[in-house]
């Protein structure tokens, strides 16, 4: 299994794929493996892809200490300081948003294009999610672990796409099963959450960046993206219609054929050294 050592800490990672380096980061509580193998293979003949797990997450160690963002965006600087990769395309959602404008504020020189995904500049006011949605988070922690995943999707996921797609809420399940998150690392990774603002840093990013969301999202409205898209320099806003706070799932070519065009990418990908250790 890759492991990187980042201080104490060691993160598990994966690559696939030929290309310019493509950083994926993933939200609050989850595993790389729910980035989901359709959209990684998609992404794979595009790009080098890198994922990995966040602390307290997947096949990563889970430290019962402190947790924050900045030290999530350490840990996956860390990750491509392992591989040797200079400078890679940085694609996070929902905290791994988070984590990645952290990423684009404390090692620039890193970055070559940024997109932020369904995510806030403020771990405050991320809360404004609708009322029915932010109620269901809060009665989901006393719920069997199934029971807790199937209704978080309900969340996560727009009607619609729940609807038509009854399998993927299956696959998503199955994935996260696979590798749990303890209760305690949940709750370390939602106080890193609620003590991130980077509100006020936002003008420091320099990076092309794209801002994407689904017009559905009600765990972080769409409201947020345009905030981050009025106050970072370089950046184009993108709102796909209908898709929910899960919209890499729910959209998942269309999402690839986004992030090639904005990252530049041709049909027949340069290739690029990547150190698998």
Known sequence: MPIAR????????????????????????????????????SLARRFTVVTFDNRGTGAS????????????????????????????HVFGVSMGGMIAQELALRHPQRLDRLILGCTTCDGQRATTASLPAYSQLLTLTNLPQEEMLRRRWNIM???????????????????ALAYPTPGYSAVRQAMAIQW??????????????LVVTG????????????????????????ILPGAG??????????????????CSVSAAPRSVDVACT
């Open 6 to 41: 980042v201080g104490t800490v060691k993160i598990h990672y994966e690559v696939r794929g030929a290309g310019a380096p493509l950083l994926l980061i993933m939200g609050y509580r989850s595993s790389s493996r729910l980035w989901g193998l359709a959209f990684l293979e």
């Open 245 to 262: 706070h899960g919209f890499f799932w729910e959209q998942p070519s269309h999402l690839v054929e986004l992030l090639a065009s904005f």
């Open 61 to 88: 160690d889970k430290p019962n200490a402190v947790y924050t963002i900045e030290m999530m965006a350490d840990d996956a600087v860390g990750v491509l300081d392992h591989l040797r990769v200079a400078q890679a």
């Open 157 to 175: 996921l727009s009607p619609t796409f729940i609807r038509a797609r009854p399998d993927i809420l299956d696959e998503l399940t199955e994935q």
């Open 215 to 238: 017009s559905a999202d009600a765990l972080i409205p769409p409201l947020h993206s345009h905030l981050l898209a009025d106050r970072i320099p370089r950046s184009t806003l993108r």
């Open 196 to 209: 991130f603002d980077s509100s006020r840093r936002l003008s420091r990013i320099l990076a092309p960046t």
